[in-house]
């Protein structure tokens, strides 16, 4: 049974750092990818940042770009997306997601930003940011 599990949110105020952890049980972790999404309240789920489990390469969306860095520990199974210079903007549940085996989307064009391409989820963990 494939396990994401997210630890790390928390309330900061607007420019401070956060960083969240997600690991992987059940799962073949090195050989897709994992990627960080994110909801606002009201607001679609959003992939924020994906890492190629294999060769590490990571990509960014736009608005968090320069800002976050999502990283890993394959000897633990578990990735992690730092968040530093937060906004307002970011406050939202952040939760990991998983592709089927060998069926991480296209890193070019928005594939691995929508939420349908992943079937293995975590719970969330709740990031809120004041101004």
């Known amino acids: 049974q494939v396990q994401l599990v997210e630890s790390g949110g928390g309330s900061v105020q607007a420019g401070g750092s956060l960083k969240l952890s997600c690991t992987v049980s059940?799962?073949?972790?090195?050989?897709?990818?994992m990627v960080w999404f994110r909801q606002a309240p009201g607001k679609e789920r959003e992939g924020v940042a994906i890492i190629q489990t294999g060769t590490g390469n990571p990509y960014y969306a736009d608005s968090v770009k320069g800002r976050f860095t999502i990283s890993q520990d394959t000897t633990k199974n578990t990735a992690f997306l730092h968040m530093n210079s937060l906004k307002a903007e970011d406050t939202a549940m952040y939760y990991c997601?998983?592709?089927?085996?060998?069926?991480?989307?296209?890193?070019?064009?928005?594939?691995?930003?929508?939420?349908?391409?992943?079937?293995?989820w975590g719970q969330g963990t709740q990031v809120t940011v004041s101004s």
């Open positions: 997601a998983a592709p089927a085996v060998n069926s991480c989307p296209p890193i070019l064009g928005r594939a691995w930003t929508r939420p349908g391409s992943f079937p293995y």
């Open positions: 059940g799962y073949s972790y090195g050989r897709d990818c």
